[in-house]
């Protein structure tokens, strides 16, 4: 049972193409992320949604879009790739934000764009 | 401006001896702090968390202190195994203007555990 599944594992795209990255979560959790690891190996928060908000990381381009078909799904549009895109995206889900306690977030495996 | 800082990029350890890895912050409005476990080609995952209005928190092998005024944490693991060799991210939790929570990690430390 994957709790947080991403689809492709590995995608190899040219510059200037539009490419869709897709997430799926299977634990009923009301919140979903997108991270960026970059060369540095830092995970940077992109994304985080629910059915109510969007909040978007201010450094993010506006090449990168989230879109949510329903709750369980949080699939990353990218526009126009370029070659500083290149990096492992990883998508996360949790309950929702604004609830007390130690929250933990579920992550996917990953998905390692190479943008040539 | 690295809010969660991990100095170190690897630790080497022989099985059965304890290991530390270390975070520090320089947030102090973070509440919570978490450490993340991350095997190659899969996503970290959830290891152990800390209030900060503790200065301990134990599970099994892993112990987590956390010295607020020196804003520092570590994460403790007695005895290591061969099997805890991975990356460790420490992670705090802040909350924003929104009322929402969000995280912010560190670099990441690898850990190898020699048998």
């Known amino acids: 049972d994957t709790a947080v599944s991403q689809t492709p594992k590995y995608l190899v795209t040219q510059m200037g193409n539009d490419k869709s990255i897709k997430c799926e979560q299977n634990l009923g959790h009301d919140t979903m992320y997108w991270y960026k690891q970059d060369s540095k190996k830092f995970l940077k928060i992109m994304f985080s949604?629910?059915?109510?908000?969007?909040?978007i990381n201010e450094t993010v381009p506006n090449r990168f879009s989230p879109k949510s078909p329903d709750k369980a799904h949080l699939n990353l549009h990218i526009n126009s790739l370029e070659l500083g895109d290149s990096a492992v995206y990883f998508c996360?889900?949790?309950?929702?934000?604004?609830?007390?306690?130690?929250?933990?977030?579920?992550f996917g495996p990953g998905t390692r764009l190479t943008v040539t | 401006d690295q809010q969660v800082k991990q100095n170190s990029p690897s630790l080497s350890v022989q099985e059965g001896r304890i290991s530390i890895l270390n975070c520090d912050y320089t947030?102090?409005?973070?509440?919570?702090f978490l450490w993340y476990k991350k095997y190659p080609a899969e996503g970290p995952t959830f290891l152990i968390s800390?209030?900060?209005?503790?200065d301990k928190n134990e599970d099994g092998r892993f112990t987590v202190f956390l010295n607020k005024s020196a804003k520092h944490l570590s994460l403790h693991i007695v005895p290591s195994q061969p099997g805890d060799s991975a990356v460790y991210f420490c992670a705090a939790r802040a909350i924003m203007d929104t009322g929402r929570r969000a995280l912010t990690f560190g670099s990441g430390t690898r850990l190898q555990v020699q048998p």
């Open positions: 996360a889900s949790s309950q929702d934000l604004l609830r007390e306690g130690a929250y933990e977030q579920y």
């Open positions: 800390i209030s900060s209005i503790k």
């Open positions: 949604y629910n059915n109510k908000e969007l909040i």
């Open positions: 947030n102090s409005m973070f509440d919570y």
